[in-house]
């Protein structure tokens, strides 16, 4: 995984290669896998939104972008293209044989084919840069976000992060506090769509710790063995970018074992 990161292509160079004949390499084992890609979006032109919107309308997700105000439309658009070529392209079935589906709490999952159905996906679209990740023997979860310019975050931070997070936050210099929040909110968002849960994961029920590497530490005894997480992070132009990943609880093949250890 480390290796892959590093490797990890320039966003804006997927952006000029759209019309290329593949994205992504395609994956030979059928075993474990944690794939990540970004996308920049504000070099997208009109036409290449529209093909990605005739692809989705295709394949009946054509509501993912309507639904949404019109500003955020074309990263809802990007992002779940880019999750289904990430698919797609890495674990090489023709298009029309994939169904993607939601969970009751809104994490996106795989209904068809069958046999993918252990692949684990997450998106996130963050106005400008857009994420998909795909993992089989990781539970996988990803965020994006533009470094708030903001300086009541630390209100936020007070009123809904662990109170050892607002501490820090508190205790940061005004020129590198929004950084640190933005950096905080990505891995803290990361986690909750890893679990599943989303916002429904109360924020302060867990803590991130942005030390080398990044731990979290569990106040609510339901979340499990907190030592199992890993984290990525980064930074690309203005944005913050989070991976949370940890072994798949639920993964029933033997094809899922080994991963994210
Ligand atoms: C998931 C969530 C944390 C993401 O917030 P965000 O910063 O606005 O948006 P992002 O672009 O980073 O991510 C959105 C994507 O996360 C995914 N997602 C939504 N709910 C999820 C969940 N429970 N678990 C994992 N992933 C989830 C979806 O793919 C979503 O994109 P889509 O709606 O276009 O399919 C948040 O939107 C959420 O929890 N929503 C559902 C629950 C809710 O609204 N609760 C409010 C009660 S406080």
């Not at 890495?90 to 209904?111: F, Q, Y």
């Not at 986690?191 to 991130?208: D, L, M, N």
Request: hydrophobic fraction near 45%; charged fraction near 25%; glycine fraction near 6%.
């Amino acid at each position: 995984l480390e290796n892959w990161l590093q490797s990890m292509p320039d966003p804006a160079r997927i952006v000029s290669t759209l019309d290329g004949p593949a994205w992504f390499e395609r994956i030979d084992d059928e075993g474990p896998f944690l794939r990540l890609a970004f996308l920049e979006t504000a070099g997208l032109t009109a036409k290449a939104v529209a093909a990605m919107t005739a692809v989705l309308d295709e394949q009946g997700e054509g509501t993912a972008g309507q639904v949404r105000p019109l500003r955020r439309r074309k990263d809802v658009v990007a992002a779940h293209f880019l999750l289904r070529r990430l698919l797609e392209d890495s674990l090489g079935r023709p298009r029309s044989t994939w169904t993607l589906g939601a969970t009751e709490l809104g994490r996106p999952i795989v209904l068809a084919p069958a046999a993918m159905s252990d692949v684990r996906l997450s998106l996130s679209h963050g106005d400008g840069l857009v994420a998909a990740a795909i993992a089989r023997g990781c539970e996988v979860g990803v965020d994006v976000e533009k470094v708030s310019r903001h300086r009541d975050r630390l209100d936020i931070s007070d009123r809904f992060f662990a109170a050892d997070e607002a501490a820090y936050l508190r205790s940061l210099s005004p020129d590198t506090v929004l950084d640190h929040f933005t950096m905080l909110w990505t891995l803290k968002e990361a986690f909750v769509k890893a679990i599943g849960k989303g916002f429904w994961q109360p924020f302060r029920s867990f803590s991130i710790a942005l030390s080398e590497p990044t731990r979290i530490s569990f106040h609510d005894p339901a979340l499990g063995d907190a030592a199992v997480w890993q984290f990525w992070q980064s930074s690309y132009r203005n944005f913050k970018l989070a991976l949370a990943y940890a072994p798949d609880r639920e993964a029933a093949s033997d094809r899922a074992a080994g991963a994210c250890e």
